[in-house]
């Protein structure tokens, strides 16, 4: 599979696969053995209102339309986003975009481009990706989790996304792991998985630890509080400082906790990691694993793969994205 801009053929059609992200929105079109010919991103919250953003994404996407040929070229749009809702087509109380309550993105989009948009989920389109192209690729049943500014999550079973009856099903990111702990600002909710797991919880924890441990010297500190970063956090592990590692053992403490539990409730063949947060590797691999382990019923012990997405960061959403266009799923 060739995920470059070379020119495609003439006269086959496309579908652009859109990955909306809360900081960045990636798009690639995309055709139907999943080549990637155009690729590109604009961010995503720098628009108070989603129809602004939309006039972005337009103008951001319509060269590379162009040189495959126009608007006739592309079959359809498929969209992940965060809270998307598959049945309606609608972003539904996003805690990290900036866009409020019930936003018709699917209908706004198809008004704009004039070509018929679908949407799911983000991380269930990241699922379908890696089960099409990747990691997964001929599982029927596995967990994909998206470390990225949220905790994302597609569940597989069977061989069939789990939507649910309204759509939402499989925010595991959202569920409660340190009861009364840590509070997520997007949501209000105590002790989530996604406020230590994500990229900005990894901050959140340096944060902590150097100002719960300040005779332990580090690299980090020579930063200000608000300059510390999940890749300052990643640069300073990489680098041999152990308050920054002990971050990353912290956070894979409590990943591994939450993914014993998501073992036990779907006896999934494999966890697939997803998203900025896997770069760390075996620094959050290792405490992730050793800890759903140490949870596990033993019924559940040792038969579980926990693995690395084989796509780039964005193409499996991309991807599955554009899967919706294909009605392959």
Same mark, same amino acid.
């Given at each position: 599979?060739?995920?470059?801009?070379?020119? +495609?053929?003439?006269?086959?059609?496309?579908?652009?696969?859109?990955?909306?992200?809360?900081?960045?929105?990636?798009?690639?079109?995309?055709?139907?053995?999943?080549?990637?010919?155009?690729?590109?991103?604009?961010?995503?919250?720098?628009?108070?209102?989603?129809?602004?953003?939309?006039?972005?994404?337009?103008?951001?996407?319509?060269?590379?339309?162009?040189?495959?040929?126009?608007?006739?070229?592309?079959?359809g749009i498929g969209i992940g986003a965060p809270n998307g809702n598959?049945?309606?087509?609608?972003?539904?109380?996003? +805690?990290?975009?900036?866009?409020?309550?019930?936003?018709?993105?699917?209908?706004?989009?198809?008004?704009?481009?004039?070509?018929?948009?679908?949407?799911?989920?983000?991380?269930?389109?990241?699922?379908?990706?890696? @089960?099409?192209?990747?990691?997964?690729?001929?599982?029927r049943d596995f967990i994909m989790i998206t470390l990225g500014t949220?905790?994302?999550?597609?569940?597989?079973?069977?061989?069939?996304?789990?939507?649910?009856?309204?759509?939402?099903?499989?925010?595991?990111?959202?569920?409660?792991?340190?009861?009364?702990?840590?509070?997520? +600002?997007?949501?209000?909710?105590?002790?989530?998985?996604?406020?230590?797991?994500?990229?900005?919880?990894?901050?959140?924890?340096?944060?902590?630890?150097?100002?719960?441990?300040?005779?332990?010297?580090?690299?980090?500190?020579?930063?200000?509080?608000?300059?510390?970063?999940?890749?300052?956090?990643?640069?300073?592990?990489?680098?041999?400082?152990?308050?920054?590692?002990?971050?990353?053992?912290?956070?894979?403490?409590?990943?591994?906790?939450?993914?014993?539990?998501?073992? @036990?409730?779907?006896?999934?063949?494999?966890?697939?990691?997803?998203?900025?947060?896997?770069?760390?590797?075996?620094?959050?691999?290792?405490?992730?694993?050793?800890?759903?382990?140490?949870?596990?019923?033993?019924?559940?012990?040792?038969?579980?793969?926990?693995?690395?997405?084989?796509?780039?960061?964005?193409?499996?959403?991309?991807?599955?994205?554009?899967?919706?266009?294909?009605?392959?799923?």
């Amino acid at each position: 599979m060739d995920l470059t801009n070379a020119v +495609p053929p003439v006269s086959q059609q496309f579908a652009l696969g859109v990955d909306l992200g809360g900081t960045n929105t990636k798009f690639g079109l995309v055709n139907t053995h999943g080549d990637i010919f155009h690729y590109g991103s604009i961010s995503t919250n720098t628009k108070d209102a989603v129809e602004d953003f939309i006039d972005e994404l337009y103008d951001a996407i319509i060269p590379g339309i162009t040189e495959v040929g126009g608007i006739g070229m592309i079959r359809g749009i498929g969209i992940g986003a965060p809270n998307g809702n598959i049945y309606k087509g609608t972003i539904e109380y996003a +805690p990290n975009l900036k866009w409020k309550g019930i936003i018709p993105l699917a209908d706004l989009i198809t008004k704009k481009f004039g070509i018929k948009a679908r949407l799911t989920n983000d991380a269930n389109a990241a699922a379908v990706g890696e @089960m099409t192209y990747g990691a997964a690729k001929g599982m029927r049943d596995f967990i994909m989790i998206t470390l990225g500014t949220g905790v994302g999550s597609g569940i597989v079973a069977n061989g069939q996304l789990i939507y649910g009856h309204d759509g939402f099903a499989g925010e595991l990111g959202h569920t409660i792991i340190i009861p009364g702990g840590r509070l997520h +600002p997007g949501t209000g909710i105590l002790g989530s998985l996604e406020a230590y797991a994500s990229a900005t919880g990894v901050a959140r924890t340096a944060v902590e630890f150097l100002d719960e441990h300040p005779g332990i010297e580090s690299s980090m500190r020579a930063y200000n509080k608000d300059e510390i970063d999940a890749k300052v956090v990643y640069d300073c592990a990489m680098a041999g400082d152990q308050l920054a590692i002990e971050v990353y053992n912290y956070t894979g403490n409590i990943l591994g906790l939450a993914l014993a539990n998501f073992v @036990m409730f779907s006896s999934p063949e494999a966890i697939v990691l997803f998203g900025g947060m896997a770069k760390a590797g075996e620094m959050i691999l290792k405490p992730t694993r050793e800890n759903m382990e140490k949870h596990l019923l033993p019924i559940f012990q040792n038969k579980v793969k926990l693995l690395f997405s084989e796509l780039k960061e964005a193409d499996a959403a991309i991807l599955g994205a554009s899967a919706l266009v294909w009605d392959v799923r």
